[in-house]
């Protein structure tokens, strides 16, 4: 299957590339719904025809390895990146024909965007309240709180270019949920945190998700998703090996155990031997 030659079309169309199979209607109950999302970049094409339903309520795990195209996915899930093709609904609202309108309800931590890091971590949280349309008050107050939760209130005042990597995600993430929206779409959302704010963000999500929120995480650690989340899908090469509630993937296995069976590619470090002997020599 391949999708066509020649630069990506400016607007998004819903149909698919010559030759892939229709993708069914999208779930308009879902809390994201994609269907037949392509990208492609040059050559290369990040996904292929990608389509998941997240279940409203659900904690969701995506995982995949380095450049499977998750990326690539939660962007345009989350109207960061136009699809080449495929449509995007959230809670029944297409993202990209009515982009205002859905994502009201998403909130989001995307990965490797530049943050606004000349402003203070309370300018940052309370820039993100004002331009979601917050009243000052409201601001205010959610802002002091989630400082608090993020155990950043002795930095409020500190320049977010000179917060440390674990910091900085903190920060992105408080001010991803100052509107309290209903599905947050977290890229590596514990990447370079340390383990107690890992602890304390985990139990943040855990209580969103408890009172109705929908949460999607990529990350990299099984051990993390298996434990955390309650559905998973497993990407690779921009397609979905599988996707369902986690004891439905895992089947009797581990996640990680099931992972590595589907993607395959494990290297046994063969053609390194010049390595071993150079700290044998040293
Ligand atoms: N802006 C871009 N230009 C060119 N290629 C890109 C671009 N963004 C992504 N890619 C390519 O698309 C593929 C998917 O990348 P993506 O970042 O979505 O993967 P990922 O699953 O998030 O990877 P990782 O786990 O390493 O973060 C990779 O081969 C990557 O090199």
């Not at 650690?221 to 369902?244: K, P, S």
Request: aromatic share 6%; net charge negative; with cysteine.
């Amino acid at each position: 299957m391949t999708a066509q030659a020649g630069p990506p079309p400016s607007g998004t169309r819903t149909s698919e590339p010559q030759g892939a199979p229709a993708a069914p209607p999208p779930d308009l109950g879902a809390a994201l719904s994609l269907r037949g999302l392509w990208k492609r970049f040059g050559e290369k094409i990040a996904v292929k025809g990608m389509s998941l339903d997240v279940p409203a309520g659900s904690f969701y795990g995506l995982v995949g390895p380095n450049g499977a195209g998750k990326t690539t996915t939660l962007s345009m899930a989350t109207g960061l990146l136009r699809p080449d093709f495929g449509t995007v609904h959230v809670r029944g609202t297409d993202l990209w024909q009515r982009p205002d309108e859905a994502k009201r309800g998403l909130g989001v931590l995307p990965d490797g965007v530049r943050l606004f890091d000349r402003l203070t971590g309370t300018q940052l949280i309370t820039y993100a309240g004002l331009l979601r349309g917050m009243d000052r008050d409201t601001v205010a107050s959610r802002t002091a709180d989630l400082l608090r939760a993020f155990d950043l209130t002795k930095d409020a005042n500190t320049y977010v270019v000179d917060y440390s990597a674990g910091m900085t995600k903190k920060i992105a993430l408080a001010s991803a949920l100052i509107h309290a929206p209903g599905t947050l779409v977290l890229d590596e959302p514990f990447e370079a945190v340390d383990p107690v704010s890992a602890a304390n963000i985990r139990e943040i999500l855990a209580d969103y998700v408890a009172s109705g929120g929908t949460v999607v995480v990529s990350s990299h650690v099984m051990d993390l998703v298996q434990r955390m989340c309650d559905h998973v899908a497993i990407i690779a090469e921009g397609q979905v090996l599988a996707a369902g509630t986690i004891d439905e993937v895992r089947g009797e296995q581990s996640l990680e155990d099931r992972f590595v069976d589907l993607v395959g590619g494990r290297s046994t470090g063969e053609g390194l031997g010049w390595l071993r002997s150079s700290s044998a020599s040293s």
